[in-house]
């Protein structure tokens, strides 16, 4: 699939409020799921996960926009689970797909996949170095790879389609936080 746009975004989708919010109201990483190097090379890092409909509501007119803004006009039929993340020092996610792909593995049990990637940056770039969101265009592109500015502002948010490969690069000092959502629909084919 040749795209015209890899992702559509706004620097400031949130407030700081809205971000902090979030932040405080779901930061109970205790007893969210702990993604260590030694037990998942690929990835490192704290995880939890909500179905607060107010947020999914809020979050989902982004999706809609982008959708339509990019040209991507692909179906969608509804959200997963939303996830927040917390990088720490040293903490990262290699390069990796979301879904969007027909091959049988990536078909979910109701017959979706994921189609489209939300990114919310809950932290500024200067509460962490590090810790960059990047996306690769593929092989044939002009430009390999492009860090993904907008998600450095608190409140950045950036939607994109879940088959690019994309990674975080690894968080050198301070705590970044973030929140993805993903967006399911019927397979390409």
């Known amino acids: 699939m040749i795209l015209r746009n890899y992702y559509w975004g706004?620097?400031?989708?949130l407030t700081d409020r809205q971000c902090n919010d979030i932040i405080d109201k779901y930061n109970n990483f205790n007893s969210a799921t702990?993604?260590?190097?030694?037990?998942?090379?690929?990835?490192s890092g704290k995880v939890t996960f909500t179905n607060d409909v107010e947020?999914?509501?809020?979050?989902?007119?982004?999706?809609?926009?982008?959708?339509?803004?990019?040209?991507?006009?692909?179906?969608?039929?509804?959200?997963?689970?939303i996830?927040?993340?917390?990088?720490?020092?040293d903490d990262h996610y290699d390069?990796?797909?979301?879904?969007?792909s027909d091959l049988e593995?990536?078909?979910r049990k109701d017959g979706f996949v994921r189609k489209l990637s939300l990114v919310l940056s809950l932290t500024h770039k200067d509460?962490?170095?590090?810790?960059?969101?990047?996306?690769?265009?593929?092989p044939h592109a002009k430009q390999k790879n492009i860090i993904v500015d907008k998600l450095k502002n608190k409140g950045g948010l950036v939607v994109m389609?879940?088959?690019?490969?994309?990674?975080?690069s690894p968080v050198t000092k301070g705590t970044r936080h973030s929140l993805v959502m993903w967006v399911a629909g019927k397979p390409f084919r």
């Open 55 to 81: 947020l999914y509501r809020l979050l989902y007119s982004y999706v809609d926009t982008a959708n339509k803004e990019a040209g991507w006009n692909f179906d969608l039929h509804g959200a997963e689970d």
């Open 10 to 13: 706004w620097d400031k989708a």
């Open 83 to 89: 996830q927040i993340s917390k990088y720490d020092k």
């Open 127 to 138: 509460e962490y170095e590090g810790g960059d969101f990047v996306i690769d265009l593929g």
């Open 34 to 43: 702990t993604l260590t190097k030694d037990s998942q090379k690929s990835r």
């Open 161 to 168: 389609p879940s088959f690019l490969y994309h990674k975080v």
């Open 105 to 107: 593995h990536s078909i």
């Open 95 to 100: 390069w990796h797909i979301d879904g969007g």
